[in-house]
């Protein structure tokens, strides 16, 4: 586990999967048709049941940069955070990862959540490199705690350690 | 860049082209010359001789006009004279991707007849990496991806399903041999071997795994199953895209080091041993510092030095073979399964062409997940379902686990009298135990049980079991099972069938019967056929699962017929807990359908 302290708020960074984590909500990277789908989406439905995809169906969509959230099921976790963020090589895809890292952080204060874990948004089958989501999402959470945010915990969780790793080198690099 | 791309996804996949551009991939993108020897070696162009889109030259030009227009001087300079009238507009893209996903299985036959030496699939592999990078691909190749990257395996199998499955095999297989050491080891350290799989194992073919734990056990292997980086197949060498390769590839090396093991034995599964033993380090930009090796070469080890024995007559039907596509045109493995065919069983004949000349099973390439291509599929396999007809084999073995499902799938649609085995069933089926080397090993005495108290005996009514149904009898005690199928006589089997391993039938002959009765009798499982007059079992499937009240009800489809694999690939609800085909193998129905019994759980349990 890496562990950096931003005042009295704290970011970590461990190793696992998310949707089987114990938090008081994690951030799930959804699709703008606010549909679950395979990998970590097809986790939730497993172990949490069907209540999260009829909640999202509610709700109906999800429009890029944005957050919804739903309760999280029988899962470990307290709620989970819908985020639709930038998707195979979309234009501005920086600036959507960023707006993307906010709208969830200030929909976990809006909810009183206060602690909060994160994927590394946008990568894998959607193309964002490692290296460019650790260095905007770290950054972006890092000044988004420093600046009166009620959220006191982000846990970056990676799935192994090809995500691991550039993750912690920004963490331990004091970006 | 041109500015006359429209389309912003091929302004993207220009360049993201770029830095695929190899000095062999170069040489295949400028090296053909049209002259259309390739053509007649590719099953599509066999079975549609008179579409020209099906040439390995057209589908290869997709991409050639992309380089040539953008990077090429002569295609920048001069358009019209290398005829680089490359795609432009957003709509281009679907026809893009309905050519490389769906008229090419990246078997490699027309490279290996080329004489310039083009790789025509290398440029459709890489035609498809650009598509999915821009997230253009079919519905099944994004399904799979997605649970590749997040879950760790392609068919989205968590952790715990995994592990438990794996103990149930286990505790099945001690009992049977009634020996403690044929325990599967889960993530032991230090051991020889670390087995991987390919997920359909775990999910729907448990057997294999059984058979394989059964041959390390005769051969008193110190082994073991990894809990994380068990997946050897790899999605990647299919969508396309070298950095899901590389993820996936660095699981399975990561484990092993974890592990400590030296040797990293991969199941029967061709795009899985191309994946891991051959463009694995490639991708991941590793280096190997353990031997891989394909569990046919264990299991051929292992007769030699004499540490299993067989006996061929167990195998007495008329065997072929069918060379996986990768395994024997990407990796020249073709020889070792042939040497150990021959040592366990007595009637083997080639099928012709073989080797690197073989036909694809048309379900290579990410096939058997795409779906919407399955009709033209079927229609481009009659190539091979005319090959195996024509050695009157009873039994066609692949080492393959993509194979077994094209093979199947053609099998049923031209009626072939035959069926697909893998040489792990083989070996298993013809093992002499007794004289293999965990016979030489005592057992270690078990400690002996306190003797009980002495209870009044219940009275036990002998019952007269055949010796053959002795595994199968109450093995699915007091279970209520829906069968839903409209042929009576497969009905009338599959009912005797499961009432004589102790289960309580309940009938359907079709989707809206089935759904009728599940409601009222909401019975323990559900054996579904999908091909039946009215409500197509397909939709009566997804019917079932959308609906609240028997949604959690575990499902076996028995099936015929190819398009349940939309419901297993592309997922539109919770996939099935198991499938079958047809015609179905007594013994092995009854273990799948307590093996998901005991072990399918409902949805958020
Ligand atoms: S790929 Fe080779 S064989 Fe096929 S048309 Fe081109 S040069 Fe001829
Ligand atoms: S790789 Fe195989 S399927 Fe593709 S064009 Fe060549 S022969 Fe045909």
Redesign the interface.
């Known amino acids: 586990m890496v562990v950096k302290k931003i005042g009295d708020k704290v970011i970590r960074l461990v190793m696992g999967d998310i949707t089987d984590l114990e938090v008081a909500a994690f951030v799930y990277d959804i699709t703008a048709d606010a549909k679950l789908g395979s990998g970590y989406g097809s986790a939730i439905t497993t172990r949490g049941g069907k209540v999260v995809q009829e909640e999202l169906d509610a709700i109906g969509s999800c429009p890029t940069g944005e957050a919804i959230t739903t309760t999280a099921g029988k899962l470990k976790a307290g709620r989970i955070i819908h985020v639709n963020g930038p998707k195979f090589h979309e234009p501005g895809t920086e600036d959507k990862l960023r707006q993307t890292t906010v709208a969830a952080l200030q929909l976990a204060e809006k909810n009183g959540i206060t602690q909060l874990a994160f994927p590394p948004v946008g990568t894998g089958l959607y193309q964002v490199p490692l290296a460019v989501c650790a260095r905007v999402m770290i950054d972006t959470v890092a000044e988004h705690l420093a600046n009166n945010s009620s959220v006191e915990e982000v846990i970056f969780v990676a799935l192994d350690t090809r995500e691991f790793e550039p993750l912690a080198a920004v963490l331990q690099g004091g970006a | 860049m041109s500015t006359e791309v429209e389309s912003?996804?091929i302004q993207?996949m220009v360049e993201?082209l770029a830095p695929k551009l190899t000095r062999q991939v170069v040489g295949s993108l400028v090296g053909c010359v049209h002259c259309g020897m390739c053509h007649e070696t590719c099953h599509y162009v066999m079975t549609h001789p008179d579409d020209p889109k099906m040439t390995p030259s057209y589908k290869a030009d997709q991409l050639r006009k992309l380089f040539k227009r953008h990077y090429d001087w002569t295609g920048r300079v001069f358009p019209g004279w290398v005829g680089a009238k490359p795609p432009t507009r957003d709509v281009d893209l679907d026809e893009l991707k309905d050519i490389a996903f769906g008229t090419c299985t990246n078997c490699r036959r027309c490279t290996f007849n080329c004489p310039m030496g083009v790789d025509t699939a290398t440029l459709n592999r890489i035609m498809r990496g650009l598509l999915t990078?821009?997230?253009v691909m079919p519905e099944g190749v994004?399904?799979?991806?997605?649970?590749t990257?997040?879950?760790?395996n392609q068919m989205?199998v968590?952790?715990e399903d995994y592990v438990e499955t794996l103990e149930w095999l286990s505790e099945e297989l001690v009992m049977e041999l009634d020996d403690e050491r044929a325990t599967i080891p889960i993530d032991k350290v230090g051991a020889n071997i670390v087995y991987t799989i390919n997920p359909r194992e775990v999910k729907y073919d448990p057997r294999t795994i059984s058979e394989a734990a059964l041959i390390f056990y005769a051969a008193a292997e110190d082994w073991t199953m990894p809990s994380w980086g068990w997946d050897q197949t790899n999605f990647g060498l299919f969508s396309g895209d070298d950095a899901?390769g590389?993820?996936s590839y660095?699981?399975l090396q990561?484990k092993n080091a974890e592990l400590g093991s030296q040797r990293l034995v991969i199941s029967e599964c061709g795009h899985g041993y191309r994946s891991t033993r051959c463009e694995g380090p490639n991708w991941s930009k590793t280096d190997q510092d353990f031997v891989m090796e394909s569990s046919v070469m264990t299991m051929l080890r292992y007769i030699k030095e004499g540490r299993i024995v067989v006996d061929k007559t167990k195998n007495s039907d008329p065997v072929t073979f069918h060379d996986s596509c990768n395994n024997a045109r990407s990796c020249g493995f073709y020889e070792e399964p042939r040497e150990l065919l021959k040592l366990v069983c007595t009637d083997f004949q080639e099928m012709y062409p073989n080797r690197t000349e073989n036909y694809c099973c048309t379900g290579g390439g990410g096939a058997m997940s795409m779906s919407e291509y399955t009709p033209r599929r079927l229609v481009s396999a009659k190539v091979k379902a005319d090959q195996i007809a024509e050695t009157g084999a009873k039994v066609v073995v692949t080492s393959c686990h993509n194979c077994v499902d094209g093979l199947g799938d053609l099998i049923r649609h031209y009626k072939l009298d035959c069926q697909v085995k893998q040489l792990v069933h083989l070996v298993a089926n013809a093992l002499v135990l007794e004289e293999c080397a965990i016979s030489k090993i005592p057992k270690e005495k078990p400690v002996p049980e306190p003797v009980p108290e002495p209870v009044q005996e219940p009275v036990v009514i002998p019952v007269e079991i055949p010796a053959d149904r002795v595994k199968i009898a109450d093995a699915l005690s007091g279970r209520r099972i829906l069968i839903v199928e409209d042929e009576e006589d497969t009905r009338i089997f599959l009912a005797t069938l499961l009432q004589d391993a102790g289960a309580v039938t309940l009938e359907a002959v079709d989707g809206d019967e089935a759904i009728a009765t599940a409601r009222a009798e909401k019975p323990d499982l559900i054996t579904l056929d999908l091909s039946m007059p009215g409500k197509d079992g397909v939709e009566a499937f997804i019917e079932i699962r959308n609906d609240?009240d028997i949604?959690d009800i575990p499902v076996c489809i028995v099936t015929g017929h190819p398009e349940f694999r939309k419901v297993i690939y592309d997922?539109p609800v919770?996939p099935p807990e198991g499938y079958m085909d047809k015609p179905v193998i007594e013994e092995d129905l009854v273990a799948n359908l307590r093996r998901i019994l005991e072990t399918s759980r409902a949805?958020?349990?």
């Open positions: 912003y996804k993207k993201l990078q821009v997230g994004r399904v799979v991806s997605k649970d990257w997040e879950l760790g989205g968590l952790k899901m590389a993820a660095r699981h990561e609240p949604r997922r919770r949805e958020g349990s």
